[in-house]
């Protein structure tokens, strides 16, 4: 595809469920990044890969979040036993390599636990 | 660590310009400034480099003073498309490929 895809776009689960949330990068693209935005946030880092190695997972809330991306490609945010403060927007982006070229974010799934 | 952004909303008026800035507390590698509107995906504008390189669209300027640690994004002659919130983002001199973005600034041009 031409951008970052993100599905679902809209996520409602009732509090204890496990949720798990998919990112297509660009193709091509080496480097791949999990946030979490708040209403009215900037977007909180939580995790990072280059091609299928996580480098850097130090953002991630509990260890009720994992991500895994097994082949280099699409990657996977998870969440287990889903709480209130869940609650967000989570943008996935991509970029060609790491930090020194432009990042392209997805449309973000909006995540809503009640 | 997170990056402090000022002023935190602005209006303004078609043709006006605005400067919008960034500081932190740590010794800088980059910054990044993107654009988000409601709704949508954060948008690319520019990376700032140490040493000076810059990376970004044509019409977009910007300054990373690398002393003191502090950007500015400049909007001059703004567009009605301007409108939208301003985030930066910081990445220290360890290079650990992580940008931590700023609360944003919110600007919103008038007609």
């Known amino acids: 595809g031409a951008g970052v895809s993100q599905s679902p776009r809209y996520k409602v689960a009732k509090r204890g469920q496990d949720v798990a949330l998919r990112c297509d990068p660009i193709?091509?693209?080496?480097?791949l990044f999990w946030y979490q935005q708040a209403l009215g946030q900037g977007p909180e880092f939580l995790t990072y890969?280059?091609?299928?190695?996580?480098?850097?997972k130090s953002g991630l809330p509990s260890d009720r979040f994992f991500a895994e991306r097994p082949e280099g490609s699409v990657s996977t945010l998870k969440i287990q036993r889903t709480q209130q403060e869940d609650s967000a927007v989570y943008l996935c982006?991509?970029?060609?390599?790491?930090?020194?070229?432009?990042?392209?974010f997805g449309q973000g799934t909006r995540l809503t636990v009640v | 660590q997170q990056p402090v952004q000022s002023p935190q909303a602005v209006i303004l008026r078609e043709g006006e310009d605005a400067v919008i800035n960034c500081s932190s507390s740590?010794?800088?590698?980059?910054v990044h400034w993107y654009r988000q509107k409601h709704g949508e995906a954060p948008v690319f504008l520019m990376i700032?480099?140490?040493?000076?390189e810059q990376k970004g669209h044509e019409k977009i300027s910007a300054s990373f003073n690398e002393k003191k640690q502090q950007s500015s994004l400049y909007l001059t002659a703004s567009q009605l498309s301007y409108s939208g919130t301003y985030f930066c983002?910081?990445?220290?001199?360890?290079?650990?490929?992580?940008?931590?973005f700023g609360k944003g600034t919110r600007l919103h041009i008038l007609p």
């Open positions: 982006a991509s970029s060609l390599q790491g930090t020194n070229t432009e990042a392209f």
């Open positions: 193709s091509g693209h080496v480097s």
């Open positions: 890969f280059q091609n299928e190695a996580q480098l850097d």
């Open positions: 740590k010794a800088l590698y980059s």
């Open positions: 700032l480099l140490k040493g000076g």
């Open positions: 983002g910081t990445e220290g001199v360890n290079r650990d490929d992580k940008i931590i």
